[in-house]
């Protein structure tokens, strides 16, 4: 299995420019989560998706936030505008039905200039 | 809402020490995962726990489930180079937050040859 695929691993932005990231879990699972590392606040929860669906996006700091799943191999984490404040590692993670265990993405990590 | 603290923050042993960290809630929880990030990579799966004084070891790991269901801990004995990383726990809470992890904020282990 190729595990959780994320693009890009890195991303360099002005501020005020649109961002996107991209995630494709693994293959046959159907929970979908968005996570923001940082030094100062660790590992935060941004929105999960279940079956496509978001089910919780309480974590989703702003407006300029926003996150879609199309289908069930592909999601995405927008920025717009981006913000200096906004530079983190986005983790992707997806798990599988009746499971607890999540997997982890290898990370895009943002640097907004 | 469920906070984690995990201890210590940050460990610098010598190559060959044992270690030990933990995790205490003030509430409930009905599943511990452990997971190690390394450096430029996601958090990857060490050990699951899913019943209350669940003892479960992963070669030098061991990991249990605390009788209270508010605490776990992860010792790893005769700690090597490469156990160099950020360990996390994480815990699922009941009911209708079963769906989503609550992470610890990290232990920074470093280990001297």
């Not at chain 1, 496509?52 to 989703?60: C, E, K, L």
């Not at chain 1, 404040?85 to 039905?97: E, G, I, L, N, W």
Request: hydrophobic fraction near 35%; glycine fraction near 10%; charged fraction near 20%.
């Amino acid at each position: 299995d190729a595990g959780v695929i994320q693009s890009p691993r890195h991303e360099v932005t002005e501020m005020g420019q649109e961002v996107t990231l991209r995630c494709k879990p693994i293959s046959g699972h159907n929970s979908l989560f968005w996570y923001r590392q940082t030094m100062m606040r660790g590992l935060e929860l941004l929105i999960y998706f279940n079956n496509n669906v978001p089910i919780d996006d309480s974590g989703m700091p702003e407006d300029r936030f926003s996150a879609k799943m199309p289908n069930a191999s592909f999601s995405t984490l927008k920025i717009q505008p981006s913000e200096p404040r906004d530079s983190a590692v986005y983790f992707c993670a997806s798990r599988s039905t009746g499971d607890y265990e999540q997997f982890f993405g290898p990370g895009t990590r943002l640097t907004v200039l | 809402g469920q906070q984690l603290n995990q201890s210590p923050q940050s460990m610098f042993i010598q190559e060959g020490e044992d270690v030990s960290m933990n995790c205490t809630s003030s509430s409930i929880f009905n599943t511990w995962l452990w997971y190690k990030q390394d450096p430029g990579e996601g958090p990857v799966l060490l050990i699951a726990l899913y019943k209350a004084g669940e003892l479960t070891s992963n070669g030098r790991l061991t990991a249990q489930f605390g009788i209270t269901r508010k605490d776990s801990f992860l010792n790893i004995s005769a700690s090597i180079p490469s156990d160099v990383g950020i360990y996390f726990c994480a815990g699922r809470g009941p009911g209708g937050a079963g769906n989503m992890l609550t992470f610890g904020g990290g232990t920074r282990l470093m280990v001297k040859p």
